[in-house]
């Protein structure tokens, strides 16, 4: 299973993200993989051509880009390609500092997992700072 850290998010907490992975992927004999979408589908990749690619993968995506959610052709292509999108939304136009969101996602991976588990793409769900992810209509 895979998980894309979108662009807007630094490649390196993708990195990271995957090495903490790798040891709960041993203990429970899963194997979910966390990856970069501008490393795997290139820098500036458009959403129309990496959401595809991604959905044939059954892939998962966090963002802090909710405006995929409210394009309404984007959106219809994350439901048509099952992907489960997982949305930030930072406190200001600026986004997350680079702590602020490895802090955010260590915090909430846990919750992340649960959902992936628990739920058949394709979903939204939507986090802020300060609350969980609660699950958006679709």
């Excluded at 994350?78 to 915090?107: A, R």
């Amino acid at each position: 299973m895979k998980v894309y850290i979108d662009e807007n998010m630094p490649r390196q907490l993708a990195h990271a993200l995957n090495i903490l992975q790798e040891v709960l992927n041993v203990k429970e004999g899963t194997r979910i993989e966390i990856l970069s979408i501008p490393e795997v589908f290139g820098k500036g990749a458009k959403d129309e051509e990496w959401i595809p690619k991604a959905g044939k993968e059954k892939a998962y995506v966090i963002t802090q880009d909710y405006r995929i959610q409210t394009t309404r052709h984007q959106r219809d292509l994350c439901v048509q390609h099952g992907i489960g999108m997982f949305y930030i939304k930072p406190p200001s136009k600026n986004g997350l500092s680079f702590w602020e969101m490895t802090k955010l996602l260590i915090d909430r991976w846990e919750e992340i997992r649960k959902i992936i588990k628990k739920n058949q793409p394709p979903f939204a769900y939507r986090s802020t700072l300060r609350n969980k992810f609660e699950r958006m209509q679709e």
